[in-house]
């Protein structure tokens, strides 16, 4: 079993900034992806950002230029740096890794951190 612990969430002023944290312990042999999705109220979960074993990253359209995802494969985890926050960045913030473990691939999620972008 794997866990994914997030942290880093909270309240913010527009124009300001945050950065989440997440770590994955547990059964690890690799980890393929580690990423972060968010969701907010009355809306899908949506794919923010996410980096691949071997480099390649990946930004959803409307974060750009504002956020960047880093990892440090030698603690499992990845990081989230946002910028310039917007209020429609209000969500709650998730998580996700494709891990490889003795049961093969699976993929998991953290427990969530609310992000909250307001004067």
């Given at each position: 079993?794997?866990?994914?612990?997030?942290?880093?969430?909270?309240?913010?002023?527009?124009?300001?900034?945050?950065?989440?944290s997440?770590?994955?312990?547990?059964?690890?042999?690799?980890?393929?992806?580690?990423?972060?999705?968010?969701?907010?109220?009355?809306?899908?979960?949506?794919?923010?950002?996410?980096?691949?074993?071997?480099?390649s990253?990946?930004?959803?359209?409307?974060?750009?230029?504002r956020?960047?995802?880093?990892?440090?494969?030698?603690?499992?985890?990845?990081?989230?740096?946002?910028?310039?926050?917007?209020?429609?960045?209000?969500?709650v913030?998730?998580?996700?890794?494709?891990?490889?473990?003795?049961?093969?691939?699976?993929?998991?999620?953290?427990?969530?951190?609310?992000?909250?972008?307001?004067?």
């Amino acid at each position: 079993q794997v866990q994914l612990v997030e942290s880093g969430g909270g309240l913010v002023q527009p124009g300001g900034s945050l950065r989440l944290s997440c770590a994955a312990s547990g059964s690890i042999f690799s980890i393929n992806v580690m990423g972060w999705y968010r969701q907010a109220p009355g809306k899908q979960r949506e794919l923010i950002a996410n980096k691949i074993s071997g480099g390649s990253t990946n930004y959803a359209d409307s974060v750009k230029g504002r956020f960047t995802i880093s990892r440090d494969n030698a603690k499992n985890t990845v990081y989230l740096q946002m910028n310039s926050l917007k209020p429609e960045d209000t969500a709650v913030y998730y998580c996700n890794a494709a891990v490889w473990g003795p049961l093969g691939l699976r993929n998991y999620w953290g427990q969530g951190t609310q992000v909250t972008v307001s004067s």
